[in-house]
């Protein structure tokens, strides 16, 4: 029984079939790379497993369980979170700020309740030393690096314990140094039993860092296989179209 | 290379001692008290007891919609309509309490208007999604003109049988000679930092300013949040009215007219930035007095009043210059 199951999964906006019949399977403790050219229909994919619209038919199942979300806050209560392409960090707060935003550990009796901003702190520090990021908990946003802010954003899905973390492009904007940083980010969420799903449009990460390749064209899926049984090669010409599927 | 701990961090940098000297509001709290220094000693009058009870006072009407000011633009909203809702409540107050209400009352239906168009600014922001320049552009004309409606545009100053108690409440000085406004400005204060720094709504409010979207993704109730901002914002505007009109016993029509962009003033002078995130509830105190202290110090140096715009358009650009200069120094 897998962690996530999607099962004939579609979206339909009006005459637009974004995503189409799409089956695949994640467990935890696997990364999952999701490649396909613009347009094929991975950013809407992830964004119905992410909760934030339903899909127009097929069905999701979690353990084994059907699954229907009734929005973002509803996938993260079930522990499915999303790291966004643009990270949605606050430049100006700091990173326990941004960690703990919209879910704020609070001191205090009764209806006198105030911020506790010491707990956030250790606790992100906390989060930090278990990616082993050398980001602080005190540095603005505004002030790091992207390999740090990634690790921020990050750091947002341990919160909750998620145990299905979507990843969309998290190596895009960034210098080569960070990257080694944002993968070994991902080997170790996946060294604690997450299922990971990497949304990139760069090869050399997703061959370095997933475990399973599936790639979409047009919003159909034309490949599923374990990484080591592919090259960058053929999935460039599944990308392209150039190979039609090898499902 | 091994990273730096919190803790070697906190030890380097005497933290509080750099947040305070890297801080807008604290130079200008610098400048104003060598302003007071400087006064003190040019002239024999800026020192005197009336002159520094005049100058507290006066720069509390200012302060106190000046703290509403600073959350509703550390959100990245403005609000244009303070200086038409302080007069239109500070109406309310006077026809309530010349028909003979008690000033509870009064105070009570005043404060009950200035919600009441704070939610109306913020519905038509958040949930209809019209800029706040907009929004508030139009409450600037539409609540004075109810004002006028609501006096037939005539100055009240009869205030029915609790008129002592108003004048009182603006004009008196219950704490060591300390005038009751200065009181109620530096309460505010307090309670307005405290709500920025230990509220989960006041971090709402920084976050929403730094990046609406990103706080909508997380679950912040964004649209929830604004609407609150507008109404503290119009709530501070009818606590100004209400001190003020204590103070001056009588409502004119023309109450507040053009405070809004003084206001605008004093809290990008103290340090608020007017794109959003960042604002303080000092820099809205300091920057009141800052103008405040130029407005006195004109007439007493015997300048001509007419530099008075001059002045503060100047210190607006030096204010905001000092801040984009000490943050040129930060990384890409």
């Known amino acids: 029984m897998a962690l996530l199951e999607l099962e ?72 499915i979170e999303i790291v966004y392409q643009d990270l949605a960090l606050c430049d100006n707060l700091t990173a326990a700020a941004n960690v703990f935003l919209s879910r704020e550990l609070q001191k205090g009796v009764g209806t006198l309740k105030v911020l506790d901003h010491a707990a956030m702190s250790r606790r992100t520090d906390q989060i930090f030393a278990e990616l082993k990021s050398d980001t602080r908990s005190r540095d603005l946003v505004r002030e790091m690096s992207g390999g740090q802010r990634q690790a921020v954003a990050i750091a947002r899905t341990r919160l909750s314990e998620a145990r299905i973390v979507l990843m969309d492009e998290p190596t895009a904007a960034i210098s080569v140094r960070q990257v080694a940083e944002v993968l070994d980010l991902i080997r170790r969420l996946r060294d604690r039993g997450i299922g990971i799903v990497l949304i990139s449009h760069r090869m050399p990460d997703v061959f370095a860092v997933s475990d399973r390749i599936v790639v979409l064209r047009r919003g159909r899926k034309v490949a599923d296989k374990p990484i080591a049984n592919s090259s960058p090669e053929e999935v460039t010409g599944l990308i392209t179209g150039a190979i039609e599927n090898v499902l | 290379m091994t990273p730096i701990t919190n803790e070697q961090v906190k030890q380097q940098r005497n933290a509080w001692l750099s947040r305070l000297t890297s801080s807008q509001a604290f130079w200008v709290l610098v400048a104003v008290a060598a302003a007071c220094v400087f006064l003190s000693l040019a002239t024999n009058s800026f020192a005197s007891p009336t002159n520094l009870f005049n100058i507290t006072r006066n720069f509390t009407f200012v302060a106190v919609v000046a703290l509403g000011m600073t959350i509703v633009i550390i959100s990245g909203g403005i609000d244009l309509s303070v200086g038409s809702v302080l007069c239109l409540c500070s109406m309310i107050l006077a026809v309530v309490m010349h028909a003979g209400y008690n000033i509870e009352i009064g105070v009570a239906a005043s404060l009950g208007c200035a919600l009441a168009i704070g939610a109306f600014n913020g519905v038509l922001i958040a949930y209809v999604g019209i800029p706040p320049f907009v929004v508030t552009l139009a409450m600037l004309s539409l609540a004075r003109s109810l004002a006028m409606v609501a006096s037939n545009n005539t100055v009240v100053f009869e205030f029915g049988p609790d008129q002592d108690k108003l004048l009182f409440l603006g004009g008196g000085a219950l704490l060591f000679g300390v005038a009751n406004p200065v009181v109620f400005t530096l309460l505010l204060a307090l309670l307005t930092a405290f709500i920025l720094r230990w509220t989960k709504f006041g971090r709402y409010v920084f976050a929403i300013g730094g990046n609406e979207r990103a706080a909508m993704l997380t679950g912040v109730p964004v649209r929830r949040v604004k609407v609150a901002v507008y109404m503290v914002s119009a709530l501070s505007a009818g606590i100004a009215g209400i001190i003020e009109t204590g103070w001056l016993g009588a409502v004119t029509t023309n109450l507040g007219s053009g405070m809004e962009l003084q206001v605008i003033a004093a809290t990008v002078i103290g340090g608020a930035n007017l794109v959003g995130g960042a604002g303080t509830a000092l820099g809205a105190l300091v920057g009141s007095a800052l103008l405040e202290v130029i407005r006195n110090s004109l007439g007493l140096l015997g300048i001509n009043a007419f530099w008075q715009g001059a002045f503060i358009g100047a210190f607006i650009l030096v204010a905001v210059t000092f801040d984009r200069v000490r943050n040129f120094r930060q990384p890409d």
């Open chain 1, 8 to 79: 004939k999964i579609s979206k339909h906006f009006g005459a637009i079939h974004a995503v189409d019949d799409i089956s695949l399977s994640l467990d935890g403790g696997e990364v999952m790379g999701l490649m396909g050219d613009n347009g094929a229909g991975k950013s809407t994919l992830v964004k119905i497993v992410a909760g934030n619209f339903p899909p127009t038919g097929g069905a999701m199942r979690m353990d084994g369980v059907h699954l229907t979300l009734r929005g973002p806050a509803d996938a993260r209560a079930h522990g």
